[in-house]
């Protein structure tokens, strides 16, 4: 008995050595390559294509040039701030905007080849590749196109102020692409012609664009970046950085935008918007930069530190920690495991010990004696628990937590409490949602437990049997429509110009009375609810008739003896005899109506303003296009919480079946 | 035939309500049918003439840009729906005739699921297939549409499999059957009505589903035919009303091969009269 615990003792001590020792070597990857410091801030940096030429521009109005392995090539004083810096490609060319309104254009030595001056503080440069163009932007609310020589090409001023711009193209192909604080997005030519403009929602604070110009990343002051199509200047995606962007750069692909908030964190994103990488200074961040082929990224601090980091690096420092995080916890479960085994065998190795163990292991092990020997019935069954706790389960359990926090997917999710809820309370398009769906619901159930029934009633009593058979047949062909099929065929006969209805309505001589039918608030939900009409439901008409043959012939032939016939019969026996069925239609309409997408999605996309809107629309919109993926787990908790409540109620509410 | 009915008024009463009703459900159809033949011309310039000339060729187009969505569909449809069948019949059977500790737990845990509406898991889901890489592949569709039928076809698996009589299996357990075998060879083949009933509910399911492709998938090469309808400008750049409407009736034609398998059976289960809440 000595022995083994001595023994187990010791490895013991050992394992938690190995432990300690583990998780002390931890985190000490990084991806930062070097750094340097400077007095006052560091205003801006700029990095060029394949990451060997750093320019770092300080509010004490120097620009300095590093190398790849950080050693300085050059430097060059202004007369104030250097407020924004941008290098070609290739390295061989820098431009410099600064507080003292001029700009000025670098060659690869550090000396200024020329110089513009603006009537206000040049706040931010750009130039193309070759060199050919720059443009600036200043104080002065302007932005100035320049040529290779330093001559003012153009100028253009939006009245608000100007910031964001960047260049892509060579030569007489050269644009720049320039964003204001009044939202507005413009692409300008090399000769200054507006060639495409386009109106995000907030404030720009930055853009940059990819070489080819397809795609521009624009960061706003609402916490968003949104990478805009360069050729119609539609937005591909949005994506929210929880905090105002202050600078954004991207790779010359547009592979990977980095986005500094004025939170001193800058985000790392992919072409589709997914966040794959958070960066984060001691310091607030004035600017970031990322080398053209992406491999390095470059921050600067309101503390004049300037930091050079390898992405790849970076990114395998995020993970290595992970892992290193993992092992560290799966050795101390495999440790735990192990002395528990060691323990329970060190035990039965003596002979009260043993008798110990006999005596109370008896119940579990007959229990699992009898589930190995139904090892194949949980075979059976596995395949379908594995599949509803992946795709069932645990979406809805994740969706239940979720809705209690902020939640942004693979980033975090900090818990709000009730908050989501508390937006929802003052959401109109959620009130007006839960109205309509309200009124959806009552229309939907009186009209399915109606028109099914009559006509079911009414094919039931044709005498001729193959025109019952017929009809039967016929009322249920529509069933192979598919429902988007059936909603799309109704949005043209609704439609304003070339509908059904309205072409109906002129051949009528009712001109007067064809409408936008989708166009007007207070017909608009009308309109929907009339999609389908005479609301001939198949199912229901077949669970129905289902019903009546089921209704004994004895039954019929005792009400026939007793004089009922017609309505009364149908009153007094085919109703309450049809009750089952007419709640089982009430409560799947129920369900089916609470959830309600498409019926708005395809028709009137929720409006006109919120006049048709669904809170399953409503959710659908926070997660895809507002990114408030908190919100959306609540409207689902809520139209689960409905869902619930009322399948309970008309579950309590059923009276015993009369037969 | 006629002369019979005659003398019956409220028969012609009947047949009369009827008839107005089949006219008003059809409308629709077939609107939609002489639209599908018409050209853009034809429709905005003598919208109350009859196809003149017919435009065949609409369908033509029409299978052209929606070939890929049906072959999707119904690829992303089959694989959901089979394995819906294999892995809820096997679990039916199990809880039907099998006994095996927390038997009663598992099962009441996997009925309550019917209490949670798609709505509910529909984001958590899509974040979790973002997770996984699925996003964009028919996978996205394909494991859900088959975790998500599973419950209910395990109930009807469950009933069917818990009414056969035991003399069959017994029978072949004295002749030495393994469990295996006893589901292959006795079980399956009788559950033919149950297979197709499951079958016929799935397909026709999975085929309607808009909200779930059109959250996963965005690449119009993957996309399925119910939300690919609903993209003809946006995504496949058609823009005459003709092909369009072509195009939904030929979206319909893989739901109209499917009944046509399985009316006899989705009919007389509907209409065998058990259903009722």
């Known amino acids: ?659 | 035939m006629i002369a019979k009915l005659i003398p019956n008024r409220n028969q012609l009463v009947i047949l009369a309500i009827l008839t107005i009703l089949f006219v008003l459900v059809f409308i629709p159809i077939l609107y939609l049918i002489i639209l599908s033949l018409k050209d853009n011309g034809q429709i905005y310039g003598r919208f109350w003439s009859a196809p003149n000339p017919i435009r065949w060729e609409n369908f033509a187009l029409a299978w052209e840009v929606i070939n890929r969505p049906i072959i999707n569909s119904v690829v992303a449809s089959s694989v959901a729906t089979l394995g819906n069948i294999v892995f809820a019949s096997l679990a039916g059977y199990a809880f039907a005739r099998h006994q095996f500790p927390g038997k009663e737990i598992l099962y009441t845990s996997i009925l309550a699921l019917l209490m949670i509406p798609p709505i509910l898991t529909l984001i958590p889901e899509f974040v979790l297939l973002s997770g996984m890489g699925l996003v964009n592949t028919l996978w996205a569709l394909i494991l859900p549409w088959m975790a998500g039928g599973q419950v209910f076809s395990l109930l009807l698996f469950r009933t069917f499999f818990a009414n056969l009589p035991e003399d069959f299996f017994d029978a072949a357990r004295i002749d030495g059957g393994s469990e295996l075998q006893l589901f292959w060879y006795i079980a399956i083949p009788l559950s033919g009505p149950i297979i197709v009933t499951v079958a016929i509910i799935r397909l026709v399911a999975t085929y309607n589903q808009y909200i779930r492709p059109l959250l996963v998938i965005s690449d119009p090469q993957k996309q399925v035919v119910a939300v690919a309808i609903t993209q003809f400008t946006s995504e496949l750049g058609v823009t005459d009303l003709g092909p369009q409407m072509a195009a939904y009736i030929v979206a319909t034609v893989p739901l109209i091969i499917f009944f046509s398998f399985g009316m006899k059976y989705y009919v007389s289960g509907l209409t065998s009269g058990g259903i009722r809440a």
């Open chain 1, 1 to 659: 008995m000595k022995l083994p615990i001595r023994l187990f003792a010791a490895i013991l001590f050992v394992a938690i050595a190995v432990i300690i020792v583990l998780s002390l070597t931890q985190g000490q990857l990084t991806g930062v390559l070097w750094d340097v410091t400077v007095n006052g801030r560091l205003n801006t940096t700029a990095i060029n294509g394949d990451g060997d030429r750093i320019a770092f521009g300080s509010s004490s109005n120097v620009l300095e040039v590093y190398d790849a392995s950080g050693s300085r090539l050059w430097e060059f004083e202004a007369e104030n701030s250097i407020l924004g810096v941008d290098i070609t490609s290739d390295g061989l060319w820098t431009a410099a905007a600064s507080e003292d309104r001029n700009t000025y254009l670098l060659d690869a030595d550090g000396q200024a080849v020329w110089e513009f001056k603006a009537p206000r503080s040049a706040n931010n440069v750009a130039i193309a590749d070759d060199g050919s163009f720059l443009a600036v932007t200043a104080n002065d609310r302007s932005v100035y196109g320049l040529d290779e020589a330093g001559t003012l090409l153009w100028q253009d001023t939006d009245g608000t102020n100007v910031r964001a711009v960047d260049i892509y193209g060579t030569g007489d192909n050269a644009r720049a692409v320039v964003g204001t604080d009044g939202s507005r997005l413009t692409i300008y030519s090399r000769s200054g012609q507006a060639l495409l403009q386009a109106f995000l929602d907030y404030a720009i604070s930055d853009l940059a664009v990819t070489a080819n110009g397809a795609r521009i990343a624009v960061g706003t002051t609402d916490g968003t970046v949104t990478l805009v199509h360069g050729g119609n200047g539609s937005i591909v995606w949005e994506a929210s950085v929880g905090a105002p962007v202050e600078r954004i750069a991207l790779t010359q692909n547009g592979q990977n935008i980095l986005a500094a908030t004025n939170t001193g964190r800058a985000l790392l994103l992919n072409d589709a918007g997914e966040i794959l990488q958070t960066f984060e200074q001691d310091a607030t961040l004035m600017d970031v930069a990322i080398a053209g082929d992406g491999s390095v990224v470059a921050f600067t601090t309101e503390g004049g530190y300037g930091q050079l980091q390898n992405q790849q690096l970076a990114a395998a420092a995020v993970e290595s920690n992970q892992s290193q995080r993992n092992q560290t916890v799966y050795g101390a479960i495999a440790l735990l495991v192990l002395t528990t085994a060691f323990a329970g065998w060190s035990i039965r190795s003596t002979d009260s010990g043993r008798i110990f163990w006999e005596t109370r292991t008896a119940g579990p092990r007959k229990l699992l004696r009898r589930m190995w020997r139904a090892r194949l019935s949980y075979l059976f069954i596995l395949p379908t628990i594995l599949l509803l706790a992946t795709f069932n389960y645990y979406p809805a359990a994740s969706g239940l937590y979720h809705a209690f926090t902020d939640w942004k997917p693979g980033v975090s999710a900090e818990w709000v409490g009730l908050e989501n809820f508390a937006y929802l309370l003052q959401d109109r398009f959620f009130w007006s949602g839960f109205l309509n769906v309200l009124i959806l619901i009552i229309v939907g159930i009186a009209r399915i437990v109606t028109v099914p029934l009559l006509a079911a009633e009414l094919i039931f009593h044709v005498r001729h049997k193959t025109a019952r058979y017929v009809f039967r047949t016929l009322f249920i062909i529509p069933i192979v429509l598919p429902m988007v099929v059936e909603i799309m065929v109704w949005n043209n006969i609704y439609d304003p110009n070339i509908g059904l209805l309205n072409q109906t309505l002129i051949a009528l001589g009712l001109k007067d009375w064809t409408q936008v039918w989708y166009g007007d608030g207070r017909v608009a939900l009308l309109s929907i609810i009339f999609i389908g009409f005479p609301w001939v439901d198949p199912f229901a008409l077949l669970v129905f008739y289902g019903g009546l043959i089921g209704i004994s012939d004895e039954i019929f032939d005792a009400s026939r003896v007793d004089g009922a016939s017609g309505l009364r019969r149908f009153w007094h026996i085919d109703v309450p005899l049809l009750l089952g069925q007419a709640r089982m239609l009430t409560i799947l309409t129920f369900i089916a109506t609470v959830q309600t997408f498409e019926l708005v999605f395809l028709t009137t996309g929720g409006g006109p303003g919120s006049a048709t809107y669904t809170p399953a629309l409503e959710l659908y919109l926070m997660a895809t296009r507002l990114n408030k993926m908190g919100v959306a787990s609540a409207i689902g908790i809520v139209l689960f919480v409905i869902i619930l409540a009322g399948t309970i109620f008309s579950y309590r509410a059923r009276r015993e079946p009369a037969v």
